[in-house]
Nanobody
Framework: QVQLVESGGGLVQPGGSLRLSCAASRSIFSINDMGWYRQAPGKERELVAAITSGGRGNYADSAKGRFTISRDNAKNTVYLQMNSLKPEDTAVYYC???????????????WGQGTQVTVSS
């Protein structure tokens, strides 16, 4: 099994920045996409940003121009740099990974436990 360990959430003022990190708990044979989702109270979970194995990023419209996703394949880690944060960015942010843990496994999805991001003055 794989656990995704997230860090970097917290309370920040509007206009501030946070950097989220997510690391897999063990080595993984192959990883396809890695990404970040978020869920605000009373809303459905939504994609924030994803990054392919080749390093191409895809962003929700709300994240374009403010957030940057990156990954370190050697460390099985994905990052989300969030700048110019707004109160509407307040949510629990979840790390997501799609891949094969060993060469014997099928492609599966894994989720982190979530980290709270609160943007408030």
């Amino acid at each position: 099994q794989v656990q995704l360990v997230e860090s970097g959430g917290g309370l920040v003022q509007p206009g501030g920045s946070l950097r989220l990190s997510c690391a897999a708990s063990r080595s993984i044979f192959s990883i396809n996409d890695m990404g970040w989702y978020r869920q605000a109270p009373g809303k459905e979970r939504e994609l924030v940003a994803a990054i392919t194995s080749g390093g191409r990023g895809n962003y929700a419209d709300s994240a374009k121009g403010r957030f940057t996703i990156s990954r370190d394949n050697a460390k099985n880690t994905v990052y989300l740099q969030m700048n110019s944060l707004k109160p509407e960015d307040t949510a629990v942010y979840y790390c997501h990974l799609e891949g094969r843990v060993t060469y014997l496994d099928r492609v599966k999805e894994y989720w982190g436990q979530g980290t709270q991001v609160t943007v408030s003055s």
